[in-house]
């Protein structure tokens, strides 16, 4: 007997509009291998994810920058299809923020985690989030939010140059714009630049006392926390390669249990009073060996399925058995199980491993999606690539015209030859 309630599908919700997000694809498998029908609202049109055996269904997702109420005729538009309620997951932070405030409106079409509408959104900005972290005493890195450009510019100086620029809603940036949610900025007039762009931006600039990066240094912990407040499931692990290196998603992870992640953890969750899925960013200080939460994500992880124990419970499982009020299995962590993604780290997907080992993309069972990632990330790196060579040859600009030279004699040509040595 299936430990599921299988007459309540799931819904998976992303508004980003990434191909390349195995996290959505890690949902579809872990639910869709429970026997959970999974419905899809995403832009799968260029992405392997539609591939999968476990997909029931793909509906179009809202447009970028939709406001709540677009999104809420999407959902509702779903939901009529599927006549049942549902179990509703976002895969990324505007969808999450979106899902909460939407709470009321969705059910009962919806089952979703019961929690104060705000509290998502509130833990996503990056700048609410630092105020969190001293509420909670929780380590966060020393965190600024000028109120012009000249005071970012001084505001760079005060905190030590090299800086952590972010802005402190990072899914309101928009399409195209060139902005990143995040980047390391090195002089005042950097600061005073970026400054200047916080309309185009749509939310406040932050600037953070440097961490810098290291081995051993960067950290992540997932979880669901249930209806009784109660952390399961997940777990803490290490990042061995971000992509792009350095400050970026996890390429290569290793669940390593660290009690003292886990406890920060569970101070921030309580002092919020969160509830549902998480996935938080830790990085700690070489130097006083403290760890620093830089980000809390209202949704899972890509790299969720790193945490599948022993019962084969993860967290967007238990998300699922927690809201059809089915027991959570007991499993036993899986210590040193590696995550990969292929495309971001070949080399280490094809080395053996002796604890185990997820991949983002290929599946025995689904075999098609990883088929389909390799000859969308050809395509992909091919245009990257002759794009590249495209701008380099703007700027070098046109060739020099050729010189024409009049050899009255022998000697003359022999001369300009050794001359051009």
């Given at each position: 007997m299936?430990?599921?309630?299988?007459?309540?599908?799931?819904?998976?919700?992303?508004?980003?509009?990434?191909?390349?997000?195995?996290?959505?694809?890690?949902?579809?498998?872990?639910?869709?291998r429970a026997g959970v029908e999974v419905h899809v609202v995403a832009d799968c049109a260029a992405s392997p994810v539609r591939h999968s055996r476990f997909v029931t269904r793909v509906h179009p997702p809202p447009p970028p920058g939709?406001?709540?109420?677009?999104?809420?005729?999407?959902?509702?538009?779903?939901?009529?299809?599927?006549?049942?309620p549902a179990v509703l997951i976002p895969m990324d932070d505007a969808g999450a923020v979106a899902v909460s405030r939407?709470?009321?409106?969705?059910?009962?079409?919806?089952?979703?985690?019961?929690?104060?509408?705000s509290l998502p959104e509130r833990v996503a900005d990056k700048a609410e989030l630092a105020g969190i972290c001293a509420a909670a005493g929780v380590p966060h890195p020393r965190t600024l939010v000028p109120a012009g450009a000249s005071e970012a510019a001084a505001d760079a100086w005060r905190l030590g140059l090299p800086v952590v620029a972010k802005w402190s809603r990072p899914w309101l940036?928009?399409?195209?714009?060139?902005?990143?949610?995040?980047?390391?900025?090195?002089?005042?007039?950097?600061a005073r630049e970026l400054y200047a762009r916080t309309a185009e931006?749509?939310?406040?600039?932050?600037?953070?006392?440097?961490?810098?990066?290291?081995?051993d240094l960067d950290w992540f912990c997932h979880g669901y926390?249930?209806?009784?407040?109660?952390?399961?499931?997940?777990?803490?692990?290490?990042?061995?390669?971000?992509?792009?290196?350095?400050?970026?998603?996890?390429?290569?992870?290793?669940?390593?249990?660290?009690?003292?992640?886990?406890?920060?953890?569970?101070?921030?969750?309580?002092?919020?009073?969160?509830?549902?899925?998480?996935?938080?960013?830790?990085?700690?200080?070489?130097?006083?060996?403290?760890?620093?939460?830089?980000?809390?994500?209202?949704?899972?992880?890509?790299?969720?399925?790193?945490?599948?124990?022993?019962?084969?419970?993860?967290?967007?499982?238990?998300?699922?058995?927690?809201?059809?009020?089915?027991?959570?299995p007991e499993?036993?962590?899986?210590?040193?199980?590696?995550?990969?993604?292929?495309?971001?780290?070949?080399?280490?997907?094809l080395r053996p491993t002796r604890h185990g080992r997820e991949a983002a993309w290929y599946a025995k069972?689904?075999?098609?999606?990883?088929?389909?990632?390799?000859?969308?990330?050809?395509?992909?790196?091919?245009?990257r690539v002759l794009d590249r060579l495209l701008r380099l040859g703007k700027r070098s600009g046109p060739p020099p015209e050729a010189r024409v030279v009049r050899q009255a004699t022998a000697r003359v040509a022999d001369d300009e030859k050794a001359g051009s040595h």
């Open positions: 299936s430990l599921f309630d299988t007459r309540i599908p799931a819904v998976l919700l992303r508004i980003d509009r990434n191909p390349f997000h195995h996290g959505t694809l890690g949902a579809v498998r872990s639910l869709g939709a406001a709540p109420a677009e999104i809420a005729r999407v959902l509702r538009r779903v939901a009529a299809g599927i006549a049942r939407l709470g009321a409106e969705l059910s009962p079409a919806y089952l979703l985690p019961q929690q104060a509408r940036l928009p399409p195209g714009s060139g902005l990143r949610s995040t980047v390391v900025i090195r002089s005042a007039q950097q931006a749509g939310s406040e600039l932050l600037l953070q006392a440097f961490l810098p990066p290291g081995p926390v249930n209806r009784a407040g109660v952390l399961r499931a997940g777990g803490t692990g290490a990042k061995h390669l971000s992509w792009p290196r350095g400050a970026g998603l996890t390429a290569v992870g290793r669940w390593t249990p660290d009690p003292q992640v886990r406890a920060l953890a569970e101070a921030v969750v309580a002092h919020v009073g969160y509830r549902g899925i998480l996935d938080l960013d830790f990085r700690r200080c070489a130097t006083t060996g403290q760890y620093h939460l830089l980000d809390f994500n209202p949704r899972p992880g890509a790299q969720f399925r790193l945490f599948t124990d022993t019962a084969e419970l993860d967290v967007v499982r238990a998300l699922h058995l927690d809201l059809t009020h089915r027991p959570l499993g036993s962590p899986r210590a040193g199980r590696l995550f990969v993604v292929e495309n971001y780290a070949p080399m280490t997907a069972d689904d075999r098609a999606p990883g088929r389909a990632m390799w000859a969308l990330w050809t395509r992909h790196v091919s245009r």
